[in-house]
């Protein structure tokens, strides 16, 4: 059974600071990786899409990693901003359609 | 990105009455449907895979009975909670594939609220 784990649990930074947010996986066997960001009460945003065959996808100020032999993903942020202070998660596809996501990092970036 | 509305975003209803969520995917086809229950500073956990003009797959220990999902378009697939109970306050969140199976996109979550 797919296993994801976030690490830390939750983060406080102070504005300006560039972050790692770490999120592991027990079942190398993935078609992709997804991190998304929910803000409170609200429902999940897309961030980066990692398919199995790639190593890494940017967006703006954020980069994501994956190494599939080793069951690690990272999300890179750089230059946090009080605006990015929300929940990130990580979330696999296993063979199928279905997400397996883990508990996820509440980050907090304080100005 | 591709956007998938859900709709109504809060309700509250009273206790053994039924209330229905909409999840739309609106610009492109979704084959499969998710729906997420969320609970208070936890992770989603998916309570069932719908495709489309079939029955929905649930989870382990989701009661079918009471959470029925309907997928009757590529474009629309309902959850409807029936005769509520002030145990299924939550939040209620769906997703949406389309047919290449890849990025998956969510709606914007429902807060139910069972009183």
């Known amino acids: 059974k797919q296993e994801v784990t976030q690490i830390p649990a939750a983060l406080s930074v102070p504005e300006g600071e560039n972050l790692v947010l770490n999120c592991s996986f027990t079942?190398?066997?993935?078609?992709?990786l997804q991190w998304f960001r929910q803000d409170p009460g609200k429902g999940l945003t897309s961030l980066l899409l990692?398919?199995?065959?790639?190593r890494e996808q940017t967006s703006g100020r954020l980069n994501a990693s994956l190494d599939k032999s080793s069951g690690r993903s990272t999300l890179y942020i750089a230059a946090s901003q009080p605006g990015d202070s929300a929940t990130y998660l990580c979330?696999?596809?296993?063979?199928?359609?279905?997400?397996?996501f883990g508990e996820g990092t509440q980050l907090t970036v304080n100005p | 990105g591709a956007v998938v509305s859900q709709h109504p975003s809060r309700v509250i209803c009273k206790s053994g009455t039924s209330v229905k969520i909409e999840c739309r995917s609106l610009d492109f086809q979704a084959t499969t449907m998710f729906w997420y229950r969320q609970f208070p500073k936890q992770s989603l956990m998916l309570m069932a895979t719908?495709?489309?003009?079939?029955?929905?797959?649930?989870e382990q220990g989701v009661e079918k009975d009471k959470f029925l999902i309907n997928h009757a378009s590529l474009t629309l697939s309902t959850l409807t909670v029936t005769s509520a109970h002030p145990e299924d306050s939550s939040f209620y969140i769906c997703s949406a594939r389309n047919r290449m199976n890849t990025e998956a996109f969510f709606g914007q979550g429902t807060r139910l609220t069972v009183v």
């Open positions: 979330a696999v596809t296993p063979s199928g359609s279905r997400l397996t």
């Open positions: 719908s495709n489309e003009g079939s029955k929905a797959t649930y």
């Open positions: 079942d190398s066997a993935i078609y992709n």
């Open positions: 990692i398919q199995s065959s790639q």
